[in-house]
């Protein structure tokens, strides 16, 4: 399966970062497949950010789950990220990944900049 994040290089603060998930070669709503959202800042490590499930069902990281909204487009074997309210701390690598394993996008940059 391969993974592709798009979206904007460059969000304002206090907008709302959006990123696209495209999965090809196989469907996000094959059991039991969870598909996720990470991400890494500068400098820093790996962090979750929340995952939405084959069957379409959310989980969030504590820390972000007041301003994280994952959904999908199931015609389209997409999924997206949506976090609110940003700030020059949320700029990071972002990674879409399928389950536990080795399937992850390549990553996109976003900047969080006015």
């Known amino acids: 399966v391969q993974l592709q994040e798009s979206g904007p290089g460059l969000v304002k603060p206090s907008q709302t970062l959006s990123l696209t998930c495209t999965v090809s070669?196989?469907?996000?709503?094959?059991?039991?497949?969870?598909w996720n959202w990470i991400r890494q800042p500068p400098g820093k490590g790996l962090e979750w950010m929340g995952a939405?499930?084959?069957?379409?069902?959310?989980v969030y990281s504590p820390s972000l789950k007041s301003r994280t909204s994952i959904s999908r487009d199931t015609s389209k074997n997409q999924f997206t990220l949506q976090l609110s309210s940003v700030t020059p701390e949320d700029t990071a690598v972002y990674y879409c990944?399928?389950?536990?394993?080795?399937?992850w996008g390549e990553g996109t940059l976003v900047t969080v900049s006015s």
């Open positions: 070669g196989g469907s996000i709503t094959t059991a039991y497949y969870r």
């Open positions: 990944s399928r389950g536990s394993g080795g399937d």
């Open positions: 939405i499930a084959h069957s379409g069902s959310t």
